[in-house]
């Protein structure tokens, strides 16, 4: 499973945009991206996922460069409740959903 | 919808105890998991199972066994609980399919080892 690197902490504030990038050299043809978000004392809960381009859903976009190399996960607007910890995932996309690696995470503190 | 449910929420036990933590999910799904969490970590994958009847070791086996007798539950077992098994325990369960990295958690066990 490919490696991955992204920053350990960022703050934000309320109403600002949040861009966490994601480092996955070693990708393989066959890893899809995704990101989960974990709340203290809660399990992680899957928030987006992508093989290239861009992604969009109701809660964030997700931005892949052509050489997929890295990911951009963006939180628009950041509200307290996003205070969270962000994995980034990368796996083949027909068999790792049961063999998830998870790296340290960025801790992303939102402030008033 | 339940989703996964895992108990106990929270045990203590002593040194050399064994114990089961519980996980049942009810969305039919093919895979599920066990991680462990110390703190200030991200998550790690102790056992996982593809199916019924099927169970293979991650990366933080040792110390832990596993059975998955049917499609909802997959226990988890500590033989003789260590200190160094004070975590939280973490089941997870995800569908089959070209994209099925979705993985839906439980909320979770806290273990402390005394």
């Known amino acids: 499973l490919a490696k991955t690197t992204q920053p350990i902490s960022m703050d934000s504030y309320e109403g600002q945009e949040v861009n966490i990038t994601c480092s996955h050299n070693?990708?393989?043809?066959?890893?899809?991206i995704t990101w989960y978000q974990q709340f203290p004392s809660q399990g992680p809960r899957f928030i987006i996922q992508g093989y290239k381009t861009k992604v969009t859903n109701e809660v964030a976009s997700l931005f892949i460069p052509a050489d997929r190399k890295s990911s951009t996960l963006s939180l628009p607007r950041v509200s307290l409740s996003d205070t969270a910890v962000y994995y980034c995932?990368?796996?083949?996309?027909?068999?790792?959903?049961?063999?998830?690696?998870f790296g340290g995470g960025t801790r992303l503190m939102v402030k008033p | 919808n339940a989703g996964v449910t895992q108990t106990p929420k929270f045990q203590v036990l002593k040194t050399g105890q064994s114990m089961t933590l519980q996980c049942a999910q009810d969305m039919n799904h093919e895979y599920m998991s066990w991680y462990r969490q110390d703190p200030g970590m991200g998550l790690r994958l102790i056992h996982y199972s593809v199916g019924a009847g099927i169970t293979d070791q991650g990366e933080v086996p040792n110390g832990y066994n596993v059975s998955r007798s049917t499609t909802e539950d997959f226990p988890l077992r500590l033989l003789s609980a260590a200190p160094s098994q004070t975590s939280v325990y973490f089941c997870?369960?995800?569908?089959?399919?070209?994209?099925?990295?979705?993985?839906?958690f439980g909320q979770g066990t806290r273990l402390t080892v005394v």
């Open positions: 070693n990708i393989a043809t066959n890893d899809y």
């Open positions: 995932l990368v796996g083949e996309g027909n068999n790792a959903g049961n063999m998830l690696t």
């Open positions: 997870a369960s995800s569908g089959t399919g070209v994209k099925n990295t979705e993985a839906f």
